[in-house]
């Protein structure tokens, strides 16, 4: 099946009927094992004690975010290149996700600085970039839920979403460059020594099975917003009926 | 009379004279200004350590302030239609629009921030440096802030929205427009890096910007 | 010159507006959209002024320059006046004089070569010349709106119920003006629901079905943009 079918969204809407029972089994698997090992597999941190088991949701979520991000811009890029009516619905549907994910990993982070710290909130310089990231999803869903025209809205979105992945390297930058000017000794480092194998193992399985959590949603997500178009269609079909609008017939007269 | 300066005398005019035109962004400016003392209290040590971040931050606000109409105006009476039938491409009408918009609000607002600089007690080489971070970066600020002029053009209550989209964008901005500022007067980081930085952000609004809110422009339209 | 459009379809909101209308015009015609309100003749209009995208269908112009759009050898002249209170009428139509790309054609001579004051002149509103368009009446405002078709060359003038707003004078000073356009060799197209008397003129009707058998029409009709399955 190519991408050239699955424009069709009936197509779309039977793959994902088809594909979603072994996709939730999958999650489920995946998550379960995840945390299992995060909580009995994984060492405790010698010095965080208990607290560092929070990675396995904090990191992930992180990693999420952004992959959401990606995935706008990828369907903002097929919304405006190939005027492709699914990337509108996926670049709707993952927005909220994008936010949910920004939102856990800065709450995550929120309750892990509370015990590593001594405080709820940090500006170090991570947190300080998801809070802006949390911010421009917030504001890309605001646009669409303002804007009445689906088809405009998408592409409204699809260019703040284009121009906030243009800048989003630049704001990490300028966040970082800010923090290190204020805060000289970083407190949180990723580009420490190596994980060891009991963390990096556990780590790697939360990730995977929050990206096909993600794919989930973000098919559930989709094939909601594909109904929701529908029923508006269906409205729209139901007031042209009773004044009908749609049937207009022109004929040219020479005088 | 070339296009590009007909397009500009005419921005210019109408922002001039509309709505107390400069004055109106400048008065807001002080406004915001006045109040951070009032938050914070006045001490004036550490109003002079903060004043360039007040100072921008003001700057910032004053900016949004006026942007939504940027486009909205021409599209409610008509004239957005007629320019994008123009003949002239979108993007250098966008340039052309913003730069008339931060002549006629963003320059006075730099041309009065060396003024707000004595509410916030600023020694004379922080002034400097301030007003000059503030003439390289409120241009940036107008220009991205164009973009979400684009977006939001055809809604009717854009306002508070635009803002939202535009104040996350403008964060690189800030930050380095402040650094820059306050790196004069000594701080960790010699002034001419942060300032190069906010060089090359405004370099860089200067095509994203146009761009950006030409395509937006272009689909908005119906 | 020669304006080909062959079946366009349009959609606003998701909504079918109207489908498949062809018609062709030559230089020296006029093309007068009518029809009861509501039934997409604004729609064509704008549609033809590139302000509003065709879901299918072409539109060509044979004997234009060769690089520019169709919308860029037209003017537009819809429900708004596209001025600005604040600037002076002499300001608002020297603008558009400055601004707007001229379109100059072999067999196409137009007497849109009129300085901004002799062009408030021809349309009796040279005494407003240097007050600001706020203070102009409505009828005024309508005349400087019209004034830009007449200091900037374009062969194509799609007007939207031109004569809305004018008194009887106007009205003829409009129609003459019109008049002179064809004969120039120029192009209208003009939607209107009261009568226009102007030479060569070819009539487009639209007209509203019963409203039973549309069930065809409906049949593709998603909301949605390209992909017609989605209902």
Redesign the interface.
């Known amino acids: 099946m190519t991408l050239y079918d699955l424009a069709n969204p009936t197509r779309f809407l039977s793959l994902v009927e088809r594909i979603m029972p072994w996709l939730i089994g999958a999650t489920v698997l995946a998550l379960a094992t995840g945390l299992y090992m995060a909580f009995f597999y994984a060492p405790e941190d010698y010095q965080q004690g208990v607290t560092v088991r929070i990675m396995f949701v904090h990191v992930p979520s992180a990693w999420l975010a952004l992959l959401c991000y990606a995935m706008m811009a990828g369907s903002s890029i097929g919304t ?1 290149v190939w005027k492709h009516p699914l990337a509108d619905v996926s670049a709707k549907a993952a927005a909220p996700l994008g936010a949910a994910f920004t939102f856990l990993a800065l709450f995550s982070g929120s309750i892990w600085a509370k015990p590593m710290w001594g405080t709820w909130w940090v500006w170090d310089a991570r947190l300080t970039s998801f809070l ?2 949390f ?2 999803y ?2 890309i869903i ?2 669409w839920r ?2 009445d ?1 689906p088809i ?1 809205a998408a ?3 699809a ?2 979403t ?3 992945v ?2 989003l390297p ?2 990490k ?3 970082d ?2 923090n290190t ?1 204020h805060q ?1 000794a970083s407190v949180f480092r990723t580009d420490g020594p190596a994980l060891h194998s009991s963390i990096l193992v556990p780590l790697l399985v939360m990730a995977g099975a929050f990206t096909l959590f993600f794919i989930m949603m973000h098919l559930m997500f989709m094939r909601n917003e594909i109904y929701a178009r529908r029923i508006r269609a269906m409205r729209m079909r139901a007031a042209s009926a009773a004044q009908p609008h749609a049937n207009v017939t022109a004929q040219i007269r020479e005088v | ?3 590009m ?3 500009f005398v ?1 921005e210019f ?2 922002a001039a ?2 709505g107390g035109g400069a004055l109106i962004g400048v008065l807001f400016f002080l406004a915001v200004v006045t109040v951070f003392p009032f938050g914070v209290g006045p001490d004036l040590k550490m109003l002079a350590r903060i004043g360039a971040a007040v100072l921008w931050i003001g700057a910032l606000l004053a900016t949004l302030l006026g942007l939504d109409r940027l486009f909205q105006a021409d599209r ?4 957005l ?2 320019l ?5 491409p979108p993007e250098l009408i966008v340039l052309v629009k913003c730069a008339a918009h931060w002549a006629a609000t963003g320059l006075p607002l730099v041309i009065s921030a060396p003024v707000l600089a004595l509410f916030v007690n600023l020694e004379p080489t922080a002034i400097g440096a301030v007003t000059l971070t503030l003439l390289v970066g409120t241009p940036a600020l107008t220009l991205i802030g164009a ?2 002029a ?3 053009v ?2 009717r209550r ?1 306002g508070v ?1 635009l803002s ?2 535009v ?3 403008a ?2 901005v800030l ?2 427009g402040v ?1 820059a500022a306050t790196a004069a007067v000594g ?3 010699p002034f001419l890096t ?1 300032l190069l ?1 906010l060089c090359a ?1 405004s370099l ?1 609004a200067l095509v ?1 910007g146009p761009v ?1 809110a030409g ?2 422009l272009r ?4 | 010159m020669k304006l080909i459009c062959d079946s366009l379809t349009c959609e ?2 998701g909504r079918r507006v109207f489908e498949n209308v062809t018609f062709q015009i030559s230089s020296g015609e006029a093309l007068i959209v009518r029809g009861p309100n509501g039934v997409g003749k604004s729609s064509l209009l ?1 549609v033809i ?4 995208a065709v879901r299918s269908g072409k539109m060509a112009l044979e004997g234009g320059i060769e690089d ?1 759009t169709v ?2 050898h ?1 003017h ?1 002249f ?7 209170p ?2 002076t009428a002499l ?1 608002n139509l ?3 004089r ?4 001229p379109v100059e054609l072999a067999g196409f001579s137009s007497d849109a070569t009129l300085g901004a004051s002799e062009a408030l002149e021809t349309l009796e509103i040279g005494h407003t010349a240097h007050l600001p368009a706020a203070f102009l009446s409505a009828g005024q405002r309508r005349r400087l709106s019209l004034a ?1 078709l007449l200091v900037v060359p374009r062969p194509i003038w799609i007007m939207d119920e031109p004569s809305s707003a004018l008194d009887a004078a106007s009205e003829r000073t409009l129609l003459g003006l019109m008049a002179s356009h064809i004969n120039g060799g120029g192009i209208i197209i003009a939607a209107t629901h009261l009568p226009l008397d102007l030479p060569n003129t070819k009539y487009l009707e639209f007209s509203r079905g019963d409203g039973r058998d549309d069930e065809g029409l409906a049949e593709d009709y998603d909301g949605f943009g390209d992909s017609g399955d989605f209902l």
């Not at chain 2, 994008?84 to 002239?88: H, K, Y």
């Not at chain 3, 002024?49 to 509003?52: K, N, T, W």
Request: glycine residues 10%; positive net charge; charged residues 15%.
């Open positions: 405006l802006v990231l911010i421009m917030l504001g605001a646009l303002t804007m025209d405009k592409k409204a979105n260019i703040l284009l121009v906030g243009i800048n630049i704001i930058f300028s966040v460059w800010w000017l000289p | 009379m070339n296009w300066t007909a397009l005419r005019k109408i004279r509309v409610e009476d008509g004239t239609d007629l994008l039938m123009s003949g002239r973009v979400g684009g977006v939001t055809s809604l854009g929205l939202i989209l104040i996350p964008l964060i690189p930050i380095f650094s701080g960790p980081t942060p930085y952000i860089f994203l950006a395509a937006a689909v908005a339209s119906d | 606003r909101g704008r002024a590139g302000l509003v520019r919308p860029e037209c537009y819809g429900h708004l006046d596209a001025l600005k604040s600037l300001e020297s603008f558009w400055s601004f707007y790309e830009r």
